[in-house]
């Protein structure tokens, strides 16, 4: 049983390039989030969605971007890295309604230098 | 504005002694869930809460949400050095949302 799986665990991006985190569950969530986590810091939402089709913005989405075209897939799309953007992304996904239980992968670390 | 405070940020001590984290707020949670956090992994939730007053044990961890549903604290008893690592209060339903709002984190260190 895999949970959710997310890709790759490490990457290094140069400014102004771009990229996909990708996340999948198998677990038939319908809910996925999109977190990120700076140094010594709690999770700060970038996007969730409720099914597949539907996506909304979380509370720092500007600089990401998001599609949910099945229910076991979530990317994550940064069109334009900044050095801000520089953090760890964590996916996860949820049984039953937006604050139940979460389910999280193991993090992506990107650095954009 | 961050909406879930948690305290202390950092925490030393030693293999058997008592330590209790809190998890404060402002706002009326419909729930309070806590996470462990290890190092290169993602959070592992430990226990919910849904009501005002609820005590939960999980062996040596009592964790108790806020009569009126707007904090909670984390009691671990006996600390063992496998207690190590970042925890995490999440609340849910405020704002009237399905979203869950983090807290800023404890990172507890237990030393043999």
């Known amino acids: 049983n895999a949970g959710v799986t997310q890709t790759p665990k490490f990457r290094i991006l140069k400014i102004g390039q771009s990229m996909t985190l990708q996340c999948t569950q198998d677990?038939?969530?319908?809910?996925m989030y999109w977190y990120r986590q700076d140094p010594g810091m709690g999770l700060k939402l970038i996007y969730y969605?409720?099914?597949?089709?539907?996506?909304d913005k979380g509370e720092v989405p500007n600089g990401y971007n998001v599609s949910r075209s099945t229910t076991e897939d979530f990317p994550l799309r940064l069109e334009l890295a900044a050095p801000s953007q520089t953090s760890v992304y964590f996916c996860?996904?949820?049984?039953?309604?937006?604050?139940?239980?979460?389910?999280f992968g193991n993090g992506t670390r990107l650095t954009v230098t | 504005t961050q909406l879930l405070e948690q305290s202390p940020q950092f925490l030393s001590i030693q293999e058997g002694e008592n330590l209790t984290v809190y998890c404060n707020s402002s706002?009326?949670?419909?729930?309070l869930q806590w996470y462990r956090q290890e190092p290169g992994e993602g959070p592992v939730l430990l226990v919910t809460?849904?009501?005002?007053?609820e005590v939960k044990k999980l062996k040596r961890l009592t964790f108790q949400f806020g009569d009126a549903r707007k904090d909670s604290s984390l009691h671990i008893t006996a600390a063992q050095t496998g207690d190590t690592g970042l925890y995490l209060c999440?609340?849910?339903?405020?704002?009237?949302?399905?979203?869950?709002?983090f807290g800023t984190g404890t990172r507890l260190q237990v030393f043999p």
């Open positions: 996860a996904s949820s049984r039953i309604k937006g604050d139940s239980p979460l389910h």
């Open positions: 677990m038939n969530h319908n809910y």
């Open positions: 969605s409720v099914g597949a089709g539907i996506t």
């Open positions: 706002s009326v949670f419909s729930s």
């Open positions: 809460v849904v009501t005002g007053g």
């Open positions: 999440a609340g849910g339903g405020v704002y009237n949302t399905d979203k869950l709002i």
